[in-house]
């Protein structure tokens, strides 16, 4: 899990080969007009989710984690309180995981909780379950999946 601005996303560029076309993408697109859903960037291998909700409690929010995607979470509008925890960790699965959605959810409760604010994203590897969507007020995010 890494938690970082924008305005280093550089440092994570030689993480993975898609890397740079992410932040490409998220530097150089007026996310604010992008509607909610799906957005393709690079066929399956790449592409954005945009998400606008009110936020959620700690004790709604479920740790998820993901298979075949990490995920770049970056927050555009309001302040997204994710869950973290090793998915190693992770001994009270709610489902099963579901391989037509990438996702399989816990019933853990997090081991720690990252404040990320506007123009800061949360990166997940598929070791990393997460919580997001936590918070008083809209959130407006926007979710880069990238094909491991």
């Known amino acids: 899990m890494i938690l970082a601005n924008l305005t280093e996303a550089d440092r994570y ?47 709604d929010a479920k740790l998820e984690c993901h298979r075949r995607y990490i995920d770049i979470q970056l927050v555009l509008e309001g302040v997204d309180e994710m869950g973290w925890k090793p998915v190693a960790d992770c001994v009270d699965p709610a489902t099963d995981y579901d391989a037509g959605r990438d996702i399989r959810f816990f019933n853990d409760a997090p081991a720690s909780w990252i404040v990320t604010p506007p123009g800061a994203f949360c990166l997940f590897f598929p070791d990393d379950a997460h919580a997001p969507l936590v918070g008083t007020g809209s959130i407006r995010k926007v979710v880069v999946k990238i094909a491991v």
């Open 13 to 59: 560029l030689t993480l993975h080969p898609l890397f740079a076309r992410a932040f490409d993408f998220l530097r150089n697109t007026d996310l604010a007009t992008l509607a909610p859903g799906k957005h393709g960037i690079q066929d399956e291998q790449l592409f954005a989710i945009v998400e606008a909700c009110a936020g959620r409690t700690r004790a």
